[in-house]
């Protein structure tokens, strides 16, 4: 069946230091793959999404390359603020069946120190 | 870009009463979607809430137990019945919006949740 795996978090780092929290999925054929992001009290929010093989999905300085080869999907950021202190959810949406529904991983809590 | 507004934000509810979440689209939109968020575990689809029919259900979640409106296209509620403490858990409200962003149509929105502790 189809699965979303995430690094577990915490994941602490310095402000200004590089980023990347992995993801690798299970699926049949080529799903859609997101990022979602959720700020403290707030809802989910789409970070970027790609829809193809080696597509590059980027957003607020976030990137992911969609790996068909490695069936990842790592979120990448190389300079993070305090700001981006938040959880992070990768999701893939099957691209076949009837009940296409969003499949979603863990979600990895990220905290940025000044 | 368009908003979902859920409440109650958060409530402390006792065990055996009953809660109804309220989820507000400032947009119409065909299909909204409730999840369930439980600490360190992945998000949960309860049902989609279609206007002018029956919600469907996921497996695991049943109409007696979580029952859902969609009187219109902009606003649905989940009532989460009978509760008990392994129901204390994160609501999300979501639906499929343009969000104006760059990241094209029909992304899959959220509102801030509502945080439900049982007691």
């Known amino acids: 069946g189809n699965s979303v795996t995430q690094m577990e978090g915490p994941v602490t780092l310095s402000e200004e230091a590089f980023l990347t929290i992995n993801c690798t999925y299970t699926a049949t054929g080529y799903p859609s793959l997101f990022w979602y992001v959720q700020y403290p009290g707030e809802g989910l929010q789409l970070l970027l999404k790609a829809t193809k093989a080696d597509d590059k999905g980027s957003n607020k300085g976030f990137e992911a390359t969609y790996r068909k080869e490695t069936t990842s999907f790592h979120l990448e950021k190389g300079s993070v603020q305090v700001s981006d202190s938040a959880v992070y959810f990768c999701a893939l949406l099957p691209n076949a069946g009837n009940n296409r529904k969003l499949i979603w991983g863990l979600g990895t809590s990220l905290a940025v120190n000044p | 870009s368009a908003v979902i507004s859920q409440k109650p934000s958060r409530d402390i509810c006792q065990r055996g009463t009953s809660l109804t979440i309220q989820c507000q689209v400032d947009s119409q939109v065909t299909m909204m979607f409730w999840y369930r968020q439980q600490p360190g575990q992945s998000l949960t689809l309860i049902a989609t809430?279609?206007?002018?029919?029956?919600?469907?259900?996921e497996s695991g979640f049943v109409i007696d137990k979580f029952p859902i409106s969609r009187p219109n296209l902009t606003f649905s509620t989940l009532t989460v019945s009978n509760m008990s403490p392994e129901d204390s858990s994160i609501y999300l409200c979501?639906?499929?919006?343009?969000?104006?962003?760059?990241?094209?149509?029909?992304?899959?929105?959220f509102g801030a949740g509502s945080r439900l502790t049982v007691l």
């Open positions: 809430a279609n206007q002018g029919s029956e919600a469907t259900y």
């Open positions: 979501s639906a499929n919006l343009f969000t104006g962003q760059g990241l094209g149509a029909n992304v899959l929105t």
